[in-house]
């Protein structure tokens, strides 16, 4: 059973940075493609970043320059790199992963390129 597990939000202040991490636990394939999404409670999840089998990375403009997305296919974890957050990243964090049935696999931003969702991980930014 594939389980993603999150680590590493908290608070901030406006302008610092965080660091999250997602570790994949019972996967064999070490190249899965990822992504983050975030979701502010009464709105709809949005993609924040992806990284593609072949390792590319995608971003939403919204974080585009702030953040940086890479991952450790030897420890099959994926990180994501806040830096300058804003009080507008607030929010919960989760990371996503396609099942190997997935024919749509590695959308963004769409969702439906994931079927495996860590447990979330909440960032704050204060003004």
């Known amino acids: 059973q594939v389980q993603l597990v999150e680590s590493g939000g908290g608070s901030v202040q406006a302008g610092g940075s965080l660091r999250l991490s997602c570790r994949v636990s019972g996967s064999t394939d070490n190249r899965l493609c990822m992504a983050w999404f975030r979701q502010v409670t009464g709105k709809e999840r949005e993609a924040v970043a992806r990284f593609d089998r072949g390792g590319s990375t995608t971003y939403a403009d919204s974080v585009s320059g702030r953040f940086t997305i890479s991952k450790d296919n030897a420890k099959n974890t994926l990180t994501l790199q806040m830096n300058n957050l804003k009080p507008e990243d607030s929010a919960m964090y989760y990371c996503?992963?396609?099942?190997?049935?997935?024919?749509?696999?590695?959308?963004?931003?769409?969702?439906?390129?994931?079927?495996?969702w860590g447990q979330g991980t909440q960032v704050t930014v204060s003004s």
């Open positions: 996503a992963a396609p099942t190997p049935y997935n024919l749509r696999a590695c959308s963004f931003p769409e969702e439906y390129g994931y079927d495996l």
